[in-house]
């Protein structure tokens, strides 16, 4: 079949720059999350940053997910494995947005699989660049870091879904949630 030149060039760019380019498109969508996600709170302007939180929180995942997904199936360099684990923090989320909804809290339990799959998928990018691999050290170190960020954003998950709700992980939360601005102690009777 014959393509026009243009066509052929996109596809040839394609090609060569589609990993790194999903690289540089992941970081920008963090960043923009790290910045822009704390105003979604803010009274003024919600009808046009909710909805641009909501689309970039959602592609944020997607992306990371999309990206360690090629990478498997692409001739992996010694740089391109390194930047697998940071796909993996990627999907940890940033610090200043977990869930976007509620309902995303209830849906921990099918993180909690992906979680799995996408340490599979990190597992075998970094696999298949051992021979000769430079940066393992560093690589290693970043894998550990993404696997407890995505960890903690799935503990966050599990912890804010109804059915955990009130079920204290740790002594800490369990000081709170008994504090006086708990609910359940001014439906104690109290004695006079």
């Given at each position: 079949m014959?393509?026009?030149?243009v066509v052929e060039s996109v596809?040839?760019?394609?090609s060569t720059?589609k990993?790194r380019?999903?690289i540089?498109?992941?970081?920008?969508?963090?960043?923009f999350?790290?910045?822009f996600a704390p105003?979604?709170r803010?009274r003024?302007?919600r009808w046009?940053v909710?909805?641009?939180c909501a689309s970039?929180?959602l592609l944020a995942?997607?992306?990371?997910?999309f990206?360690?997904?090629?990478?498997?199936?692409?001739?992996?360099?010694d740089?391109?494995a390194f930047w697998?684990?940071?796909?993996?923090?990627?999907?940890g989320g940033?610090?200043t947005?977990t869930?976007?909804?509620?309902e995303?809290?209830?849906l921990?339990?099918r993180?909690?699989?992906?979680?799995?799959?996408?340490?599979?998928?990190?597992v075998y990018v970094?696999?298949?660049?051992?021979?000769g691999?430079k940066?393992?050290?560093?690589t290693?170190?970043?894998?550990?870091?993404?696997?407890?960020?995505y960890a903690e954003?799935?503990?966050a998950?599990y912890l804010?879904s109804?059915?955990?709700?009130?079920?204290?992980?740790?002594?800490?939360?369990?000081?709170?949630?008994v504090?006086?601005l708990?609910?359940h102690?001014?439906?104690?009777?109290t004695?006079?």
């Amino acid at each position: 079949m014959l393509r026009p030149p243009v066509v052929e060039s996109v596809i040839k760019l394609w090609s060569t720059w589609k990993i790194r380019g999903l690289i540089i498109l992941s970081l920008l969508v963090q960043s923009f999350l790290n910045l822009f996600a704390p105003l979604r709170r803010q009274r003024g302007n919600r009808w046009i940053v909710v909805p641009i939180c909501a689309s970039t929180y959602l592609l944020a995942d997607w992306v990371a997910t999309f990206t360690i997904g090629l990478m498997g199936r692409a001739e992996v360099s010694d740089i391109l494995a390194f930047w697998a684990p940071f796909l993996l923090l990627h999907l940890g989320g940033p610090d200043t947005i977990t869930s976007f909804s509620l309902e995303d809290n209830e849906l921990w339990l099918r993180h909690l699989f992906g979680l799995m799959l996408q340490i599979g998928s990190t597992v075998y990018v970094i696999l298949q660049s051992l021979p000769g691999k430079k940066l393992w050290l560093p690589t290693l170190l970043v894998f550990i870091a993404g696997i407890i960020k995505y960890a903690e954003r799935n503990y966050a998950f599990y912890l804010a879904s109804f059915d955990h709700f009130e079920e204290p992980a740790t002594g800490i939360i369990k000081n709170l949630l008994v504090g006086p601005l708990c609910i359940h102690n001014y439906a104690i009777p109290t004695e006079k």
